[in-house]
Nanobody
Framework: QVQLVESGGGLVQAGGSLRLSCAVSKSTFSINHMGWYRQAPGKQRELVARISSGDNTNYADSVKGRFTISRDNAKNTVYLQMNSLKPEDTAVYYC???????????????WGQGTQVTVSS
């Protein structure tokens, strides 16, 4: 019932920008937190940015001042604007959504398929 579709990844030069989008579709679930995680080769998946239903945000220290997370509740979409990209930002970026079932009231975590972001120097 919950499907996350990511887009916006790609190859960019250092200092460039990308905007990732993650849309939640085919769901009547109530969307709570939405966020972005990334995983580089040989490293654990880490939180990049997260935004609550009340638009409270959290960022990894490594991306503060460069990345901006936002959400459009009407479109059930979360965005990650990435500016001043660095080679160390290279990773697979995953959208994550916390959603509550309207029938069971249970909360689940859903993951997008991942989108590759490669920053060249």
């Amino acid at each position: 019932q919950v499907q996350l579709v990511e887009s916006g990844g790609g190859l960019v030069q250092a200092g460039g920008s990308l905007r990732l989008s993650c849309a939640v579709s085919k769901s009547t679930f109530s969307i709570n937190h939405m966020g972005w995680y990334r995983q580089a080769p040989g490293k654990q998946r880490e939180l990049v940015a997260r935004i609550s239903s009340g638009d409270n945000t959290n960022y990894a220290d490594s991306v503060k001042g460069r990345f901006t997370i936002s959400r459009d509740n009407a479109k059930n979409t979360v965005y990650l604007q990435m500016n001043s990209l660095k080679p160390e930002d290279t990773a697979v970026y995953y959208c994550n959504v916390q959603a509550t079932s309207p029938t069971s009231a249970r909360t689940f975590l859903y993951w997008g398929q991942g989108t590759q972001v490669t920053v060249s120097s």
